[in-house]
T-cell receptor, first 115, second 113 residues
Framework: GAVVSQHPSRVICKSGTSVKIECRSLDFQATTMFWYRQFPKQSLMLMATSNEGSKATYEQGVEKDKFLINHASLTLSTLTVTSAHPEDSSFYIC???????????FGPGTRLTVL | GESVGLHLPTLSVQEGDNSIINCAYSNSASDYFIWYKQESGKGPQFIIDIRSNMDKRQGQRVTVLLNKTVKHLSLQIAATQPGDSAVYFCAELLTDSWGKFQFGAGTQVVVTP
């Protein structure tokens, strides 16, 4: 149980384009989903917290107009990187928190490379 | 907790030996902690958790110890195997935060034959 999927697992895009990453909780409902960014050899950096049906809460320094988050249902959240630049290249990971539980379960991550 | 963004400390362990990974957390009010394992190119995987009303919790080959006095958490892996090679992160649940966790910097465990 508590499986989280992400799609795509890898994406390469040209600078200036937008990329959408999906995060799904497969066997539970997630009232809250989180989006992280991870650079090589570093820890996870929380970008935003997403609650179903409401606007995402972004961490300090994360541009909400660049990283659009939509949490339309209890099993799906999407992160759209708009007008991508090479410095946006990173490993993006989502996690989902089941209702009434504290644990977060992570997706497998999406490797974004912006050329 | 440990600062995010610094270089990753490495623990080299011989196969069969026990591993001990340490973590300092920041908030004395934190009452829930998780250890995660992250293999290269993958998302973090839940290993074991512990609540602040406990000092010790055991799982399969893993033990988490919590010392609230000094705000210290450790993960012990018994009889370390090559498949244990990964980065290990501790995470503390932040209070009043919609379930946000603060992650430690992580420790790279390398198991040598």
């Amino acid at each position: 149980g508590a499986v989280v999927s992400q799609h795509p697992s890898r994406v390469i895009c040209k600078s200036g384009t937008s990329v959408k990453i999906e995060c799904r909780s497969l066997d539970f409902q997630a009232t809250t989903m989180f989006w992280y960014r991870q650079f090589p050899k570093q820890s996870l950096m929380l970008m935003a917290t997403s609650n179903e049906g409401s606007k995402a809460t972004y961490e300090q320094g994360v541009e909400k107009d660049k990283f659009l988050i939509n949490h339309a249902s209890l099993t799906l959240s999407t992160l759209t990187v708009t007008s991508a630049h090479p410095e946006d290249s990173s490993f993006y990971i989502c996690s989902a928190r089941p209702h009434t539980r504290n644990e977060q379960f992570f997706g497998p991550g999406t490797r974004l490379t912006v050329l | 907790g440990e600062s995010v963004g610094l270089h990753l400390p490495t623990l080299s362990v011989q196969e069969g030996d026990n591993s001990i990974i340490n973590c300092a957390y920041s908030n004395s009010a934190s009452d829930y902690f998780i250890w995660y394992k992250q293999e290269s190119g993958k998302g973090p995987q839940f290993i074991i958790d512990i609540r602040s009303n406990m000092d010790k919790r055991q799982g399969q080959r893993v033990t988490v110890l919590l010392n609230k006095t000094v705000k210290h958490l450790s993960l012990q892996i018994a009889a370390t195997q090559p498949g244990d090679s990964a980065v290990y992160f501790c995470a503390e649940l932040l209070t009043d935060s919609w379930g946000k966790f603060q992650f430690g910097a992580g420790t790279q465990v390398v198991v040598t034959p």
